[in-house]
């Protein structure tokens, strides 16, 4: 294993000192964040998202901002504004909250489409315009957005757009009764978060998101995961299939989980841990399959199970 894997574990371990039992939403995020991609947290109040989000930047020195989403949000608030100083005669910027390395948009689906769409930009290029000038944001610079699934009385669903620019979709569920039980003993004396020290330094993230591109995929599993994608618009309960974004995302989730786990090149078993992170929330399910009460995971688990894994020798690079 590389010094730098061990570095993202020992990341890992920093994190679930405050998040406990959810060892893989915290691999999952740092898996989106080395990947330079943004994450979409799905889930109801409470399971601790927030917290998550905060000791992910703590634990590698970066910048954070939280902004909360809410209708009388106005796109200036998160790209920032330009005004005139009448000392200089000249116009300044004032930079918005997306002027960080780590942004959480916190129920993002509670403002309007049009202040959801000022993220669009901000998500793709990594850059905000405002005035016809542009402001490159500081690297790395990672969005993780939360959600909750299950109210709908004023908020906003995501367009697709939106939601295809999101690198992964993680849910972190209610804890176990025995982890449950452990939180409140920790958490009635003190808040682990503030005392939370960093662990590695924002340069250490930029060395590895380097490296991470370097990770050898071998053909064969580049078309096995074309297959899967190609099925989802194709499958008879799909509205919508996955993007080519979509099929970009899972080849460097897979390059990034085998970077986690000390390999320099990618294994079949890469490729299926993130199939369903990454492509869960770029497709549409028709009625149909609402009716019958089909989950977007039911149904892509039943197409990973169709499609041939593909077997060679050796997936070393060559």
Not at 27 to 45: K, R, T, W
Request: aromatic share 8%.
């Amino acid at each position: 294993m590389n010094n730098n894997s061990a570095l993202l574990r020992k990341i890992a371990d920093n994190v679930e000192k405050v998040i406990v039992g959810k060892r893989n939403a915290i691999e999952l995020s740092l898996v989106a964040l080395v990947c330079n991609g943004h994450v979409l947290l799905e889930d109801v109040p409470g399971v601790g998202k927030t917290s998550l989000v905060s000791a992910l930047a703590k634990s590698i020195s970066a910048s954070f901002r939280r902004i909360q989403f809410t209708p009388d949000i106005l796109p200036s608030d998160i790209t920032g504004f330009s005004i005139y100083n009448q000392k200089t005669c000249e116009f300044e910027f004032r930079p918005g909250s997306a002027m960080c390395q780590i942004l959480l948009a916190d129920e993002i689906n509670r403002t309007s489409p049009k202040t959801q769409s000022s993220l669009l930009e901000i998500m793709e290029e990594n850059q905000v315009t405002v005035d016809g000038k542009t402001y490159k944001l500081p690297k790395p610079f990672m969005v993780l957005a939360t959600q909750n699934p299950i109210e709908y009385i004023g908020t906003y669903p995501l367009p697709e757009a939106q939601m295809d620019r999101f690198f992964l979709k993680i849910s972190l569920g209610y804890p176990q009764a025995g982890e449950e039980v452990y939180i409140l003993s920790r958490f009635l004396q003190d808040n682990p978060l503030e005392t939370l020290e960093p662990v590695a330094e924002s340069s250490d993230i930029i060395n590895i998101q380097n490296e991470v591109k370097q990770v050898y995929i071998d053909k064969t599993l580049k078309n096995y995961v074309v297959d899967i994608v190609n099925m989802t618009r194709k499958n008879d309960y799909i509205a919508l299939g996955s993007s080519p974004r979509g099929s970009l995302a899972v080849c460097r989730a897979a390059q990034a989980w085998a970077y986690y786990n000390g390999r320099d090149y990618v294994l079949p078993e890469d490729i299926k841990k993130m199939l369903l992170p990454t492509l869960s929330h770029r497709i549409i399910l028709k009625q149909e399959a609402k009716l019958k009460k089909m989950s977007a995971l039911d149904i892509l688990t039943a197409i990973i199970d169709k499609v041939y894994i593909p077997l060679v020798d050796n997936y070393e690079k060559k």
